[in-house]
């Protein structure tokens, strides 16, 4: 599932091409007969959604339509539905979409019983979507090229000549914006361009559209070491095996800006007629059977409801020290996408 730069001020250009191509082809269904359909727009995981509305369904006998596809073309379809969106539940691998869709008055209140389920700070400061899962940013080296102690401490140090031709980057990915949003909100957004445009220096020609072949870049050799969200490392050890991993994972410094929480989120539309049906939805998201789910599912994101921990090998969340950033300042993502474009990296 990809996550391109279609957020904030890109999701206009997002929109023209919706109203272009019109409905979504595809998408996966779960129908019995008779009852309430919901319709799931989703930009997250397919697998691990299936999972989920699959014991959805069986818990509570409601049916969901599931259109997936990348989760801004998905908020642009919203966008340009209005009151008029057949769907009436939005979910995502990342926070700024939904507040897009907030800021537009588009998504309806969630349940406080649902909300309390999660920590207030992964979740909407204006209770209009919950925080389901998360992930988190780090540093990815080759380790026959780079020892651990080698790294840069912060995410500045990205910027540093010295890495000229050795650092990787997909800055068009969506996991990268938050960290662009991070740095600009600790020191301003002139330092922030100054950073991304040393930054597109040392990556020269090690730019890839995206973090799986980052990753696959950086463990073959190709080039040093990047950024990307923790899961890409472990999905690509489960792809070539153990045996072929010659890369590792390492952190920034605590609350550095370049260590950021990522947020995954679902929301109702205010346009649903389903209301009753999809607060269910939301409420099972971040039951204990559901994030059981997603604890043991193969994205390796963490759980963030019911006090469920995942069951994967990762560091454990409550350990984790990122940049105290909230939801409501990572904001639409329009802040990232504008500094991205002013240095040439979109």
Do not use: C
């Amino acid at each position: 599932m990809r996550r391109k730069v279609v957020l904030g001020t890109s999701i206009v250009a997002a929109v023209a091409v919706v109203i272009a191509v019109g409905a979504f082809a595809g998408g996966s269904s779960k129908r019995a007969s008779g009852g309430v359909s919901l319709t799931l727009y989703s930009g997250q995981h397919p697998e691990t959604v299936s999972a989920l509305v699959s014991a959805f369904t069986k818990q509570t006998g409601i049916d969901v339509t599931v259109r997936s596809d990348d989760e801004g073309v998905l908020a642009a379809q919203v966008i340009q539905e209005g009151s008029h969106s057949p769907a009436d539940l939005f979910m995502t691998e990342n926070s700024p979409p939904l507040e897009a869709l907030q800021e537009r008055g588009l998504l309806a209140p969630v349940s406080a019983a649902a909300l309390a389920k999660t920590p207030a700070r992964y979740s909407s400061t204006k209770k209009d979507w919950e925080g389901v899962s998360a992930r988190v940013s780090t540093m990815v080296y080759n380790t026959s090229k780079l020892k651990a102690s080698q790294l840069p401490a912060s995410v500045l140090g990205l910027a540093d000549p010295k890495w000229k031709g050795k650092l990787g980057l997909a800055p068009s990915e969506t996991d990268f914006q938050p960290i662009v949003t991070a740095v600009a909100a600790k020191y301003g957004k002139a330092r922030a361009v100054a950073w991304l445009k040393g930054v597109r220096s040392n990556a020269g020609s090690h730019i890839y559209p995206d973090n799986e072949t980052l990753v696959a870049q950086v463990n073959s050799g190709q080039v040093a070491f990047g950024v990307i969200n923790h899961y890409y490392w472990f999905r690509l050890r489960d792809e070539i095996g153990a045996s072929k991993v010659h890369s590792a994972e390492k952190f920034f410094a605590p609350r550095d800006p370049g260590y950021v929480i990522d947020v995954a989120g679902a929301g109702i539309l205010r346009s649903s007629k389903h209301k009753p049906e999809a607060q269910k939805f939301l409420a099972f998201l971040v039951s204990k059977s559901a994030q059981e789910i997603i604890a043991h599912d193969e994205s390796y994101e963490y759980p963030l409801g019911s006090g469920v921990v995942t069951a994967k090998p990762l560091v454990p969340f409550s350990t984790l020290k990122p940049d105290p950033i909230t939801v409501a300042q990572l904001g639409d993502g329009a802040l990232a996408v504008a500094l991205l474009r002013e240095a040439s990296l979109l």
